[in-house]
């Protein structure tokens, strides 16, 4: 199993670019999610979803948008990117939402690496 | 107050010594932790769940939960230049993960 993967790597942008990042599961989670680190930071939650076609908002949705259509996949887009989303953007996903048993452990992708110039 | 809050550091502890970090939280109902590794530039790895209160061991890891006083801990006995690294708590809360912000451990040579 690759796990989580994401794609791209590393990106620069230009201010008021868009670009869609790319995350795939192959563990059959239902819940994923999307956080942004920033140098230093901790994690903060930008959306989640806990199944296809089903998303909600985490902690800091704004700029950003996202789709579930299947499973697998849960792309997140980066409308007129500004300089303020620059930062490492990771995906995760779950086999289940909070649980209390362990079963909501979030497996983390490695991450795209985005500037905004 | 944060929901989840740890003490960035930098924890600096000489190699073979014991490393304990800690964390504590504010919401009452929250039954279970995780802590995850994070090596710079890398994503975040889980180490250790944590459910009940008390202590559960693995290898050289402890993770130690009082319910009581809404504090969870991580202990690393032997502590191995490898282990140098941010320390991620988290805890469920409505289908996500609430994480702390991370404390840096610099285990010295």
Redesign the interface.
Known sequence: NAGVTQTPKFRILKIGQSMTLQCTQDMNHN?M?WYRQDP????K?IY?S?GAGITDK?EVPNGYNVSRSTTEDFPLRLELAAPSQTSVY?CASSPR??????T????????TRLTVL | QKEVEQN?GPLSVPEGAIASLNCTYSDRGS??F?WYRQYSG?????IM?I?SNGDKEDGRFTAQLNKASQYVSLLIRDSQPSDSATY?CAG??????I????TLLAVQP
């Open positions: 819940y999610y230093g930071m901790g994690l939650l989640y806990v985490g990771f939402g909070t649980s209390g048993t362990g909501d452990t979030q497996y983390f992708g490695p991450g | 960035s039954q279970s995780f890398k994503s975040p790895e889980l769940f459910y991620l469920p809360r409505a289908n996500k993960l994480f702390g912000t991370g």
